[in-house]
């Protein structure tokens, strides 16, 4: 099986160049100036051609939470997020279907489900997403989210807090991992799994070895929140005497397969760490600007040469899925915290960034990730006829900073189109919106209770004015 994407526009070192790309089985083939003999033809005529990016963090279960949640800080959020969070295990699968229709629509073939499990369903709840993820036909890692400490223990001196010990132990919390890597670890099939300890908030030592040791073992990705909060920067020098990133570093946990999301609260010392153990920093800004977190060093990270990926986040705090988005955001936010324009991040910077950074974030930057021969085809082709595209500037310039509104044109994944004019094809996008809609109908409003729980501690340790209670209105 062969396409011919002709006539179309690409991005080159010095501007762009009209060529015609083509696809045979699950890569590219041939870059050329004039190709023939292709089986199906596609005219690329007023079409840019771009590797796809890579969502690298998100939490596809949070869909059914979108516009839900208050505007609180990570802390006091997550205890709304845990209170309203949904245990069927058809709304969950929805919710990765969703996610999925949502990243390829906005130029995404890749994402990172940093994946909630839920209770007493675990294996059925990656089950679910991995349904999801093949019905829909997208690139995906799988990152069970997995912890083995209470809530309270997120919190600078959380556990003066009443609690209870976490129930699982490291050790069952790990045969769990083995199970998920056993049934559902395919990357040939486009599923990965990732191991995923949520961050140094709520995981001990050993089931940050534990991971490291099963990455090693099956070459697996290594995914966590990294110092998203002022409060987990906290916790840190609490937790270890040390930042957070040295401790990682010395339990081995740092590689080339890892990638963090957020890592706003580093020091400069943390920043070598990361350039020396070539980790991946996963920027989500609108999750950041959401629950106010801070703004991510993004340019000191670039200098120092970590490699830095885009990513939406979950639907609780982006309440958008839109990768477009996502890089608009990360591009301009950081001209306010440099006032040297030289420094500022180009839109071809963002373009790399989304998709070689992207891709590296994943570990797959030698199949992935550049509109190279012999790589896999992971492509999107974009409509330069949609109205939000024009009058015809700099295509990147406008794919960037515009507001670009239903430009993703077709999309490939492993050879395989997934997207054609513009719609979805291996899933009927039309019952997914009538079952979005019944089941919200369905819907009781959430009743917030865990924040009264902790509000006052959080309040009181953070050194916040007062320490009452403020978001009943929550
Ligand atoms: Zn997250």
Redesign the pocket.
């Known amino acids: 099986m062969s396409v011919l994407i002709q006539n179309v526009l690409i991005p080159v070192d010095n501007g762009y160049e009209t060529v015609d790309v083509q696809v045979t089985g699950d890569r590219i083939s041939a870059i050329s100036s004039h190709l023939e003999g292709s089986e199906t033809v596609i005219h690329g005529q007023d079409k840019l051609l771009l590797p796809g990016f890579v969502n690298g ?3 596809s279960s949070q869909a059914w939470q979108r516009g839900l949640i208050p505007q609180l800080p990570l802390e006091l959020w997550l205890a709304d997020v845990l209170d309203s969070a949904s245990k069927d295990l058809q709304v969950y699968y929805l919710g990765s279907l969703l996610t999925a229709v949502n990243t390829l629509l906005s130029g995404g073939t890749c994402l990172m489900d ?1 994946a909630y499990l839920l209770a007493g369903q675990e294996l059925e709840s990656i089950g679910a997403a991995v349904r999801a993820y093949k019905e829909v036909g997208i690139r995906a890692f799988i990152a069970p989210l997995i912890f083995d400490e209470p809530f309270v223990a997120g919190f600078p001196s959380g556990r003066s807090l009443p609690h209870q010990p976490y129930s699982q132990s490291p050790a069952e919390i790990l045969d769990l991992m083995e199970a998920i890597i056993d049934q559902f670890h395919e990357p040939e099939a486009g599923i990965n799994i990732a191991v995923g300890p949520t961050g140094i908030q709520r995981c001990s030592d050993e089931l940050f070895e534990g991971c490291a040791a099963l990455s090693d073992r099956y070459n697996l990705c290594r995914h966590i ?1 990294l110092l ?1 909060t002022r409060a987990q920067k906290l916790l840190a020098q609490e937790k270890y005497g040390v930042t957070a990133v040295e401790h990682l570093r010395q339990l081995g946990f740092l590689d080339h397969r890892t990638s963090l ?2 890592s706003i609260w580093l020091t400069d010392e943390d920043i070598d760490i990361l350039a020396q153990t070539q980790s991946t920093v996963v920027h ?1 800004p609108a ?1 950041n600007l959401r629950l106010g977190s801070g703004i991510a060093p993004v340019l000191k990270y670039l200098r120092a040469g970590v490699n830095v990926s885009f990513g939406c ?2 639907a609780a ?1 982006n309440d958008g899925q839109d990768l477009l988005e996502a890089i608009k955001l990360g591009t301009m936010l950081h001209n306010v915290t440099d006032p040297d324009y030289q420094h500022w991040i180009t839109p071809q910077e963002a373009i790399t960034m989304a998709t070689q950074g992207g891709a590296r974030g994943v570990n797959l930057t030698e199949h992935t990730g550049s509109l190279t021969v012999g790589k896999k085809a992971d492509l999107v082709l974009y409509d330069l006829t949609n109205l939000s595209l024009l009058p015809r500037t700099d295509p990147l310039g406008l794919l960037v900073l515009g507001r670009p509104t239903q430009v993703v044109h077709s999309v490939w994944v492993n050879g395989q189109l997934v997207v054609a004019d513009g719609k979805v094809l291996r899933t009927d996008t039309g019952q997914l919106q009538q079952e979005l809609l019944s089941r919200s109908r369905d819907r009781k409003s959430p009743q917030f209770q865990m924040i009264q729980q902790v509000e006052p501690h959080y309040r009181r340790v953070m050194g916040l004015a007062g320490s009452d209670p403020t978001s009943v209105k929550g």
Do not use: K, L, Y
């Open positions: 963090h998100t939490h940093h929140h998203e999301a957020h989500n999750s986040d979950g705090s």
